[in-house]
């Protein structure tokens, strides 16, 4: 399985962007996708996570109303829609997969139930 992240940058505060992740080599849609974030000196935070083949989303209350994670089914391919961006939440946004039972809110992004990861992408709000 491979993740590849496309998007980010840099943006003013108030600012948008949008995050892409392709997921590929997956048997079936039946998994977990979302994106984590890690700022310098801060634990890793589930942003955002949604079953591939539909249905639930998770978002962390940091993010709730600002951050929309949608996907295009067909494509296998999953988005996260950032909007109303602030400083601390710069910091490198990782995508992760993981399996669909595990896909809960308090969970899905734990090291032990992730499955795989992307490479990882930058995001600075100045």
């Known amino acids: 399985v491979q993740l590849v992240e496309s998007g980010g940058g840099q943006v003013e505060a108030g600012g948008s962007l949008r995050l892409s992740c392709a997921a590929s080599?997956?048997?079936?849609?039946?998994?977990?996708i979302g994106w984590v974030r890690q700022a310098p000196g801060k634990e890793r935070e589930g942003v955002a996570a949604t079953l591939a083949d539909g249905g639930i989303t998770y978002y962390a209350d940091s993010v709730k109303g600002r951050f929309t994670i949608s996907r295009d089914t067909a494509m296998n391919t999953a988005f996260l829609q950032m909007s109303n961006l602030k400083p601390e939440e710069s910091g490198t946004y990782y995508c992760a997969s993981g399996p669909s039972a595990l896909c809960q809110g308090d969970i899905w992004f734990l090291p032990s139930v992730v499955g795989y990861w992307g490479q990882g992408t930058q995001v600075t709000v100045s």
């Open positions: 080599g997956y048997a079936d849609k039946r998994f977990c």
